[in-house]
């Protein structure tokens, strides 16, 4: 049976909550929390690099600063964990607003460059105040609870976490869908006809990356909370490095690839380190450079295209991909959801 458009998108979404929900039932608890939070994680860069055009590699600024403000919220102040959490996004939020005021002034190369300075201001930062975030050995004995109940097991963190995360991804996919992601997309695509036809440029990317250091803080929060510490590479290069991988494997301009991207890369990292394999940079970067190159659009969007090139041809089956109606085709930068 020709599932039409309106009919598949309910069952992706019924499909993607039965997959999550049976996530810790099928791998071990802490893993299954690692993916949800790098799938938040990287919904949030693409939003910045998929949507609007914008490659940051400074993200685990706002990841990892969300992490330390979370847990110590959390353990001096003894707030409840998604008051914890929330108050580590919108710490990100802030610190992103200058970040993002000096950084989206600049476009390509420049643009990553100038927001990969800041973030390792931030871990020098974090390293330093020694008084506050534990230096080298971290934010440590970080709790968890809520209304007095102890969520100190793994399995039982989850899916009190998974609400907060769902909720950032819902938020995530409605900005791409709204009237505000149309015009990302059109700076995306042209900006110098997005500023003719009056749209302030600069305004909508730096409210973009405000939106994303958001939902990157959501997810660097839950993280931290839910492993009961924040450690120094929170805040280093190489998470920024991680979750741009991520997009790339899954998708960009997808939106739900980087969270097939996150899967991916935790559940190899998980088997690698549990089967006492070394080289896990070696074999994480060949298999990266394969997918790649077999996949151009990455996994999830060469899914798509292959779907909506099928729904294109003569007497093909309507489209259940879920692309709205004008969309435009894949692109170098991204496409819409």
Not at 131 to 138: I, K, V
Not at 222 to 245: D, I, N, P, R
Not at 273 to 298: A, M, P
Request: proline share 6%; hydrophobic share 55%; charged share 10%.
């Amino acid at each position: 049976m020709i599932l039409s458009r309106l009919a598949a998108r309910p069952l992706l979404l019924a499909a993607g909550l039965v997959a999550v929900l049976a996530l810790p039932w099928m791998i071990y608890p802490p893993v299954a929390l690692d993916i949800i939070c790098w799938a938040l994680f990287a919904a949030a860069l693409d939003l910045l690099l998929g949507f609007t055009g914008l490659l940051s590699f400074g993200h685990a600024a706002f990841w990892g600063s969300s992490a330390y403000v979370a847990g110590l919220l959390a353990l001096r102040a003894g707030l409840p964990f998604p008051l914890a959490v929330l108050g580590g996004a919108l710490f990100a939020a802030v610190l992103a607003v200058p970040v993002g005021y000096l950084s989206v002034r600049l476009r390509g190369i420049y643009f990553a460059m100038v927001t990969l300075a800041f973030a390792q201001m931030i871990y020098f930062v974090v390293n330093q105040w020694r008084d506050l975030t534990g230096g080298e050995n971290g934010l440590q004995g970080v709790p968890r609870e809520l209304a007095g109940l102890d969520l100190s097991d793994s399995f039982v963190f989850y899916h009190a976490a998974l609400p907060l995360v769902l909720l950032g991804l819902l938020a995530a996919w409605r900005i791409v869908r709204s009237p505000f992601g149309r015009v990302l997309m059109s700076v995306r695509d042209n900006p110098a006809r997005a500023q003719a036809l009056g749209y302030p440029v600069q305004r909508y990317k730096l409210l973009a990356f405000v939106l994303s250091a958001l939902l990157s803080g959501l997810a660097g929060g839950v993280f931290a909370l839910g492993h009961g510490f924040a450690s120094l590479e929170s805040v280093y290069w190489t998470t920024s490095g991680q979750v741009v991988m991520m997009v790339v494997l899954g998708g960009i301009g997808t939106l739900w690839g980087g969270a097939l991207g996150a899967a991916l890369v935790v559940l190899l990292n998980d088997y690698l380190v549990t089967s006492g394999f070394e080289g896990i940079g070696i074999v994480t970067g060949t298999i990266f450079v394969i997918i790649v190159l077999v996949f151009r659009r990455g996994i999830w969007g060469t899914a798509r295209h292959l779907v909506q090139d099928r729904a294109r041809r003569p007497g093909g089956p309507p489209s259940a991909a879920g692309e709205p109606d004008g969309a435009p085709a894949p692109t170098g930068v991204g496409s819409p959801v």
